[in-house]
């Protein structure tokens, strides 16, 4: 620790000399450049005997974030110091402690290499196998840390290599991630001037010893390979990824063990169509995936109640939940999670993956006709569905055989339309429905299913190009879990500098007359160049945070919450 604190010292002192160097000098020299930012978020949380919430033992707790970058010419290093204090926010990875050095790099490029030592991040094809990333309204930063390689013969070849072991809080997993991409677009070598084509294939490999496992059935070395399409042309677009994972243990989720005679290997596939030209697109993706759970370590970390996988922690490859990315508060409620890995929950729930997808409906009727008005009218359309894989499944001893074709339990679908009018120059308005299912006994070992509908309205007044409210309404009629539920919405931005919004979602339906509650939120932003400056007081429903079909859970709360971001 003490030398990561003399890295960080020295680097960040080495910036300090650079500027003085460049103020100082009478004739311009290139000293390079230095960027970054900072980003923090604190909350201080409050007794609420109306929601029964009690403030933590630390109420007042933050997540912060300093990064700087210096370039020079083909090179480039940067860190990124961290601070959550005196803990980080509610129900984050308790791995994620005190202040410390999250990431380092050192990069070296030109035209044809790209080399980097230290912390990095990188995708092989959609992600099924390996995706090292960062986001932090979730909790995740799952950055390599080891060397990358990255080789461009041609503008056409891209060819990358790394090893490296996955961040963890301020530290690394024990399993070491060995890894292999390349890319190859076919347009120009095949002469194809109306079309396009390309392919990439992918290896990744985990290694994690398995010393003190007595008489192991599986290896120590997990190999997974991906080989993926890309052709488009005209107006039509495809795409196809296979994801093979070689034989391992199987995670018990319950037990939170491995079993030594429960082996399996894991596949994936992905495929996307699509159409698009003007006023119309249409695009479906489709993927089924059995067994595709890759850690970095076998076994997750046990905290408390939870474990490192309730944290998105140590995961190695990015699986979203293929379904709309919804905008109302209400229709993120049920949010469906993608089912890739094995789940033996009980005699009844017996998990082996997941199969379904989604299509998407774009269509905009043109200005001056009867459906599209003086201004044209946008309508989208969208539809998913999910369910188990099926076969034939065994608790115990724990086996599955699985069909390729077919469909098992339900587990989520959604239908949503949206259309969206604008009636002036100044007025904005959009309507949608969604009807969702959500099979919460399989997905959140709850009780009981819901199928729900939902309504939202919304309207945009704009006084002057950087001055407009906006007001929204919303209903959801549920027949099971909380019930109904109503909310609105009123935001308004004054100009490029100030914003200010209320809105407010109450269960009025529950069951229970205690749980009727009201989750109310109040504030404002504050911009000025690169800086942004947000204040809110008000609750937070328990439950699931999605951003990008990627969810954690959170506890419900109340109190007040302070953001600040800036970039240099």
């Known amino acids: 620790m003490q030398f990561k604190k003399i890295i960080v010292t020295s680097f960040l002192l080495s910036f300090s000399i650079l500027f003085s160097q460049e103020k100082d000098s009478i004739t311009k020299k290139d000293y390079g450049r230095v960027y970054g930012g900072f980003e923090s978020n604190a909350q201080w949380y409050m007794n609420d005997k109306e929601m029964g919430t009690i403030q933590p033992e630390d109420p007042v707790r933050s997540n912060s974030y300093l990064f700087a970058n210096y370039q020079y010419k083909n090179w480039t290093a940067g860190v990124q110091v961290e601070g959550y204090l005196k803990e980080a926010l509610l129900n984050y990875n308790p791995e994620f402690s005190g202040i410390g050095l999250g990431t380092y790099f050192i990069n070296y490029k030109t035209e044809k290499i790209d080399v980097?030592?230290?912390?990095?991040?990188?995708?092989?094809?959609?992600?099924?196998?390996?995706?090292?990333?960062?986001?932090?309204?979730?909790?995740?930063?799952?950055?390599?840390?080891?060397?990358?390689?990255?080789?461009r013969p041609s503008s056409n070849v891209k060819l990358t290599a790394l090893f490296g072991q996955q961040r963890s809080g301020f530290d690394v997993s024990d399993g070491k991630i060995y890894g292999f991409d390349s890319d190859f677009q076919l347009s120009e070598a095949l002469k194809l001037e109306k079309s396009d084509l390309s392919f990439g294939l992918s290896y990744v490999g985990r290694y994690e010893s398995i010393e003190d496992i007595p008489e192991p059935n599986f290896e120590a070395l997990t190999n997974a390979f991906s080989g993926r399409v890309n052709y488009s042309?005209?107006?039509?677009?495809?795409?196809?990824?296979?994801?093979?994972?070689?034989?391992?243990?199987?995670?018990?989720?319950?037990?939170?063990?491995?079993?030594?005679?429960?082996?399996?290997?894991?596949?994936?596939?992905?495929?996307?169509?699509?159409?698009?030209?003007?006023?119309?697109?249409?695009?479906?993706?489709?993927?089924?995936?059995?067994?595709m759970l890759f850690l970095s370590e076998r076994v997750p970390t046990v905290s408390g109640e939870n474990t490192s996988l309730n944290f998105n922690d140590k995961v190695l490859n990015f699986t979203p939940a293929l379904t709309k990315q919804q905008h109302s508060n209400l229709a993120n409620i049920y949010v469906y999670q993608a089912q890739v890995g094995v789940d033996f929950k009980s005699p009844t729930i017996l998990k082996a993956?997941?199969?379904?997808?989604?299509?998407?409906?774009?269509?905009?009727?043109?200005?001056?006709?009867?459906?599209?008005?003086?201004?044209?009218?946008?309508?989208a359309f969208n539809m998913s569905q999910w369910y188990n894989l099926p076969g034939e499944y065994q608790l115990t001893p724990s086996n599955y055989e699985t069909?390729?074709?077919?469909v098992g339990t339900k587990y989520f679908s959604d239908y949503n339309l949206e259309v969206k009018k604008k009636l002036s120059e100044k007025w904005h308005t959009g309507f949608n429905y969604v009807n969702q299912y959500y099979n919460k006994p399989w997905i959140e070992d709850a009780s009981s299913d819901v199928n729900t509908n939902i309504i939202t309205g919304e309207a945009i007044y704009n006084f002057a190009e950087t001055k407009s409210i906006r007001?929204?309404?919303?209903?959801?009629?549920?027949?099971?879990?909380?019930?109904?539920?109503?909310?609105?919405?009123?935001?308004?931005?004054?100009?490029?500098?100030?914003?200010f919004y209320i809105w407010d979602i109450i269960n009025y339906g529950n069951d229970n007359p205690d749980k009727r509650n009201h989750y109310f939120n109040?504030?404002?932003?504050?911009r000025i160049n690169s800086t942004r400056i947000g204040l809110n007081y008000g609750r937070q429903r328990g439950g699931l945070v999605c951003v990008g079909g990627v969810c954690r859970f959170v506890p419900e709360s109340t109190g007040l919450t302070l953001t600040l971001s800036t970039a240099f």
């Open 403 to 406: 069909n390729f074709f077919g």
């Open 353 to 379: 993956g997941e199969t379904g997808g989604q299509i998407d409906i774009f269509y905009e009727f043109a200005k001056d006709t009867k459906l599209g008005g003086k201004y044209g009218t946008k309508i």
């Open 471 to 499: 007001f929204e309404a919303e209903h959801m009629w549920a027949d099971a879990d909380f019930k109904n539920w109503a909310g609105g919405t009123l935001e308004l931005d004054i100009n490029d500098t100030y914003s």
């Open 522 to 526: 109040l504030g404002g932003a504050y």
């Open 233 to 291: 042309i005209n107006s039509f677009y495809s795409s196809v990824e296979y994801n093979y994972k070689s034989e391992d243990a199987v995670l018990n989720r319950v037990s939170n063990t491995i079993d030594n005679d429960f082996i399996k290997p894991g596949n994936a596939i992905l495929l996307n169509l699509g159409y698009s030209k003007q006023g119309l697109g249409i695009d479906a993706t489709l993927r089924r995936s059995e067994n």
């Open 116 to 151: 980097t030592a230290g912390y990095f991040y990188e995708q092989f094809g959609s992600g099924m196998l390996l995706r090292a990333w960062e986001d932090r309204a979730l909790g995740i930063n799952t950055a390599l840390r080891g060397g990358r390689f990255i080789f």
